[in-house]
């Protein structure tokens, strides 16, 4: 398996040292690599749309969205929406000092996506909280989530999913055929090997397209990507 290594009113982030330190020079340096490598893997798309997920918890999966977004957004100039889908551990809207509405919200028809998508700080860097009340990726109506990342494909360059650990939450897969690929957040030095592989086979069966495999070294302040084969 290869290694890859709207507008609503923003909010003052809550935490802006965890940000200054994955938006810091030396880590867009990583990211950088991180997303020339997705280029190349996935050529001639107008918009990107990628989940990120994990085996278990802990691995780093929404750094890793932050830090690609904060690097694609403020540094390279690249429209960008982050959606929050992690209904075990919702943080996109800690992260960015805004409220809890959004991809619940909107999925359900209680507002509309210039409501749910918000602006930040960082021009070109919209955030979508996961809303108040959404619990499982399997009640999520899948005509209407495919609609809504259509809406969004034609409104950004990347789309960036940040998802459960799809060893903990399987029916993360019911959104992998909404997207262009998945990759997968492993922390290096600690996930067993074994752990990974099942995460990836039920992914395959959930027919996701993994892109790749970030190893991220989380001790370190500024994640540091290893690309090597599993």
């Known amino acids: 398996m290869e290694h890859v290594d709207r507008p609503g009113e923003p909010g003052p982030p809550k935490d802006e040292g965890s940000a200054r330190k994955i938006a810091s020079q030396d880590a867009f340096h990583y990211y950088r690599g991180l997303i020339g490598q997705i280029e190349i893997a996935l050529p001639r798309h107008p918009s990107r749309v990628m989940l990120f997920t994990s085996s278990v918890e802990k691995e780093g999966t929404t750094e890793v969205v932050m830090g690609l977004g904060l690097t694609l957004a403020g540094a390279m100039g690249r429209r960008t929406a982050i959606i929050d889908c992690n209904v075990r551990n919702p943080e996109i809207h800690q992260r960015f000092g805004v409220e809890d509405i959004g991809l619940d919200e909107h999925l359900k028809g209680e507002i509309g996506i210039e409501q749910a998508l918000l ?112």
């Open 119 to 230: 602006n930040t700080l960082v021009p070109n860097l919209y955030v979508m909280p996961l809303g108040a009340s959404l619990t499982s990726l399997a009640t999520v109506d899948k005509e209407r989530f495919s609609e809504f990342i259509t809406t969004l494909r034609n409104r950004f360059e990347y789309v960036l999913l940040d998802a459960p650990p799809v060893g903990l939450n399987p029916e993360t897969t019911v959104l992998c055929d909404t997207v262009d690929a998945v990759v997968m957040v492993v922390r290096h030095g600690s996930t067993r090997r074994e752990v990974v592989r099942r995460a990836k086979e039920t992914i395959e069966r959930g027919g996701g397209k993994i892109l790749g495999v970030v190893l991220n070294k989380r001790k370190f302040p500024i994640p540091e990507f290893l690309y090597r084969r599993l």
